[in-house]
C-alpha cells in the first residue's frame, strides 16, 4: 500500500519532516519512501512539499500512483507558487515523477490542477484544473479534463457545464477502460434554478469532440438531448431519485 505520512522514524531518509509518499510491503514489512525533489537532494523548505491527500492511495497496473501537491520540487521548471496545486503521476518502479497538470504547449500549466484519477491499465488520466492553458484558446478554460498517456491527446470532460468553479470539489472516479468519468461539480449563486449554488454528482461518456451546452432547463427532466457518442447522467445526492439528460461531451 501507499500512503502520506510527515513522520521521521518510517525510514531513515526523511530528517526534514517533510510529508512525503511511502511504500509499505505488508507480507515483509519494509516500508521505502517515494517522493523526492527532481534536483536529487532534500526538499528546500517543509511547508511547500506537502503532498496532499488522506489515507491509502492505490497502486494502478502495479506500477503508478497518483498524487497532487503545492510541492514545488518534483519536476523542473514549476516556479516558486507554492499556492499552485499540480497533479502527478509516480511510477514505483524506477522512483520517477510525472507533470500530469501540463499546459498545452507542454510547459507547467499556469494554475496546475488538483484531484486526480487513472483508468487501470494506466493509459488515461483525469484531473481537475482551474489553468487557463491546458488546451489551447478558444477551449481554454478552468474545467475537468481527460488525458491519453499513450497519444498525448487531452479532452476537456466537462465542457457541457462551462467553466469550473474556483473551490473545484471534483471527487473524481475513472472507471477501469478510461471510458466513463464520474465527478461532483458545484455551480455558483449565479447559476439560474434549479443549480444555483447546488453540488451536483455527474457520470460522463468520454466522446471527442467538445460542443457548446444546451440552455439550462427551468426544472431537471426525465427527457433525453439526443446526442450520438456521450451522456451526460445527473444524480441527486440523497434524495433517492435519479433523472437523466444527454449532452454533447468531449
Known amino acids: 500500500m501507499v500512503f502520506d505520512s510527515c513522520s521521521s522514524n518510517l525510514t531513515d531518509d526523511n530528517p526534514q519532516q517533510v510529508s512525503n509518499l511511502f511504500i509499505h510491503d505488508r507480507l515483509t514489512g519494509e516500508k521505502r519512501r517515494l517522493t523526492r525533489p527532481w534536483h536529487g537532494g532534500e526538499f528546500s523548505y517543509r511547508w511547500v512539499a506537502y503532498v496532499f491527500g488522506v489515507g491509502a492511495r492505490r497502486i494502478i497496473a502495479d506500477r503508478y500512483v497518483t498524487f497532487f501537491s503545492n510541492g514545488t520540487e518534483f519536476v523542473e521548471g514549476i516556479g516558486s507558487d507554492s499556492y499552485n496545486y499540480n497533479s502527478y503521476l509516480l511510477d514505483i518502479r524506477d522512483g520517477s515523477i510525472e507533470l500530469v497538470s501540463r499546459a498545452w504547449d507542454g510547459s507547467p500549466a499556469a494554475r496546475g490542477g488538483t484531484n486526480i484519477d487513472m483508468s487501470a491499465d494506466g493509459r488515461y488520466i483525469a484531473f481537475a484544473s482551474l489553468s487557463p492553458d491546458i488546451l489551447p484558446s478558444p477551449e481554454a478554460t478552468p474545467a475537468i479534463y481527460v488525458k491519453d498517456r499513450w497519444t498525448g491527446e487531452v479532452v476537456n470532460a466537462s465542457a457541457p457545464l462551462g467553466a469550473m468553479h474556483p473551490s473545484i470539489v471534483a471527487n473524481l472516479d475513472l472507471s477501469d477502460d478510461g471510458s466513463t468519468l464520474a465527478f461532483a461539480w ?23 469532440t467538445p460542443t457548446e451546452p444546451p440552455a439550462p432547463e427551468p426544472v431537471p427532466s426525465m427527457g433525453a438531448i439526443a446526442r450520438t457518442g456521450a451522456a451526460i447522467v445527473l444524480l441527486f445526492a440523497g434524495l433517492g431519485w435519479l433523472r437523466s439528460r444527454r449532452f454533447r461531451v468531449s
Do not use: C, D, M
Open 186 to 208: 458545484r455551480y455558483p449563486e449565479t447559476a439560474p434554478a434549479p443549480y444555483t449554488g447546488r453540488t451536483l454528482v455527474y457520470t460522463v461518456s468520454i466522446g471527442s
